[in-house]
């Protein structure tokens, strides 16, 4: 499904679009270390993390698309690099469970 897509269908707010891929699964987790280790290419990966440090996992796995949650905000310098990654932004007033689990019921795994 395309990013522009499932973010239409799941209520996600759009902070940065780069580009519309096909994600293909999905990802929850904010400790970088195990997100470097398990999350798939082509993924949308939900998180609390909002440093610039996860521009560089997303980007290093091959993630397209980061959904902070919670309400949370993304500062500027994350937003700058994911902007020069090409990584998609998105927040979510939800947490990272109910989120998921949204995208979850739209066949992504």
Same mark, same amino acid.
């Given at each position: ?5 499932? @973010? ?11 580009a519309d891929h096909d994600i293909i699964h999905g990802y929850v987790g904010d400790l ?29 796995? =091959? ?7 919670? =309400? ?19 927040? @979510? ?7 998921? =689990? ?8």
């Amino acid at each position: 499904m395309r990013i522009s897509e499932l @973010s239409d269908k799941t209520g996600l707010k759009e902070i940065l679009f780069c580009a519309d891929h096909d994600i293909i699964h999905g990802y929850v987790g904010d400790l970088l270390s195990i997100v470097m280790r398990s999350a798939k290419a082509d993924s949308i990966w939900f998180t609390v993390q909002s440093h610039v440090n996860i521009v560089a996992v997303a980007a290093l796995t =091959g993630v397209k698309a980061i959904v902070l949650c919670e =309400g949370l905000e993304f500062d500027n310098d994350t937003i700058e690099k994911a902007r020069e990654e090409g990584i998609n932004l998105y927040v @979510s007033n939800e947490s990272s469970y109910i989120a998921a =689990g949204k995208v979850y019921e739209l066949g992504i795994r």
